[in-house]
């Protein structure tokens, strides 16, 4: 897209995400009940709709890249990167070098946890950032969504939140006379008869 997504949507570039948002949705709904109208007003509704949803998405990734900049600078910024391109060995290396623990930090450390497959370790590192930033909403879901994804199928993960090697719940012990107990009986009596010199 040639044009300025912001421009599009007759908006500030300073714009906060909410009034973006309001911006798009009363141009979608403008633009949506003019697609119905026969010929040409309902072709261009529909391209300007096309449009509207493209700029909403580009300026919307604008808003929070440039959020994510001023607010926790530009070294974790680098960090988040690596982790979206899958490079968790140079995410480790950047975050490493930040001197600052911020509950930032912690958290970005619990995403590479994650990401390993290290799941206590991330949770514990969710901890101390929702410690350092008991207010924070993101963090404190996260942790809550991760807990539950480590504790609830008590089948698959110990209490120590380590994996177990049962799939299942262990089955009650079958009452009576099983094929399997006949032939384990007449194995056993054989055994017992030739090691005795038997018939």
Request: proline fraction near 4%; glycine fraction near 6%; charge should be negative.
């Amino acid at each position: 897209m040639s044009k300025d997504p912001f421009l599009i949507l007759g908006v500030d570039r300073n714009v906060t995400q909410n009034q973006l948002f309001d911006a798009y949705r009363s141009l979608r709904d403008k633009y949506s009940n003019q697609r119905f109208e026969p010929g040409e007003k309902g072709a261009e509704a529909c391209r300007k709709l096309e449009e509207i949803e493209e700029a909403y998405r580009q300026a919307s990734d604008i808003l929070k890249s440039n959020f994510e900049i001023s607010f926790y600078g530009e070294g974790l910024k680098d960090v988040e990167d690596a982790i979206k391109e899958g490079d968790l060995e140079k995410a480790q290396d950047l975050l490493d070098s930040v001197k600052d623990r911020t509950a930032r930090w912690h958290y970005l450390q619990s995403v590479i946890f994650y990401r390993r497959g290290w799941l206590k370790d991330a949770l514990k590192q969710l901890e101390f950032a929702c410690n350092l930033e008991p207010d924070n909403a993101k963090y404190a879901e996260a942790k809550e969504n991760l807990s539950k994804k480590i504790y609830s199928d008590y089948s698959f993960y110990r209490n120590d939140g380590e994996r177990s090697y049962r799939d299942t719940p262990p089955q009650p012990m079958a009452r009576g006379c099983t094929p399997c107990d006949c032939c384990a009986g007449l194995l056993c009596a054989d055994c017992c008869c030739n090691c005795t010199g038997g018939c």
